[in-house]
């Protein structure tokens, strides 16, 4: 297991209470109908959370996989000099047009000089791309000494894994993949083996754990109460029970 240093005192008011589980659990059921509810919802949220471990006001921050505006809104109303960095063209253009600030490229391969940022983040994105461990090597890499790295992702034995593709990923991702094509007429927007991978919060443990360049300042489930903490640590219970995984770093 990961050795976690000091917890750092929270800078906002921001508290992981089982109303704010329940709160972000039934903004899913917008994710679809209503993106804009969703995605604000989530991004304020995310203001909040990683207000507990950074100063935004005035820092500068990269959002890796940042989509098409709803975080970059939330986070420079907190103060930050916000950067975000997309792969999908459409995607960032989703609010109707790509924002000043916006980066096409790579998380495997960020285009940003080493020890650059204040605060690397990623929301969501990590189980889409085929080497997740590069993408949080490489977002470690930009970050300055003292900076703070934020990465949250999907846990794939979650009830949420296979994203729209769901529950049907526990039988497998492919299976579940042409089950959705079947029943719909198209492909799932996640691509089970293309656009979504099984990631795992034990891998995700074993790297934060082998990797020397940072501290480790957190390991959490996302959107669970801040008393179910304990669950990351017990296998295979972790593994259903988890949804979204947090690790915060901290640039050595």
């Not at 020890?115 to 080497?131: F, Q």
């Amino acid at each position: 297991m990961p050795s976690q240093s000091t917890a750092v005192e929270p800078r906002a008011r921001w508290r992981a209470t089982l109303g704010r589980s329940v709160r972000l659990l039934r903004e899913f059921r917008h994710e679809q109908p209503d993106p804009a509810r969703f995605y604000t919802a989530i991004a304020e949220d995310s203001v909040g959370q990683l207000s507990t471990y950074a100063d935004l006001d005035g820092g500068v921050m990269l959002d890796v996989g940042g989509g098409p505006g709803y975080f970059r809104d939330a986070f420079m109303a907190a103060g930050a000099r916000y950067y975000a960095l997309d792969s999908d063209v459409g995607e960032l253009a989703g609010l109707g047009g790509i924002a000043s600030g916006t980066v096409i490229g790579s998380g495997m391969r960020l285009p940003f000089r080493d020890d650059s940022l204040d605060v690397c983040y990623s929301s969501n994105v990590l189980e889409h791309v085929p080497d997740p461990w590069l993408m949080a090597e490489e977002m470690v890499r930009v970050t300055r000494p003292g900076g703070v790295v934020f990465i949250s992702y999907t846990v794939w034995f979650g009830p949420w894994g296979g994203h729209e593709t769901a529950p049907w990923h526990y039988l497998g991702g492919l299976r579940a993949r042409r089950r959705y094509t079947r029943k719909h007429g198209h492909e799932p927007k996640n691509k089970y083996g293309e656009s979504l991978f099984r990631v795992t919060v034990r891998a995700g443990l074993a790297w934060a754990d082998h990797q020397t360049l940072a501290d480790v300042v957190d390991v959490a489930p996302r959107y669970n109460p801040g008393w179910a903490r304990w669950l990351v640590h017990v296998p295979v219970v972790r593994e259903l029970v988890t949804w979204n995984l947090v690790i915060v770093l901290r640039k050595r």
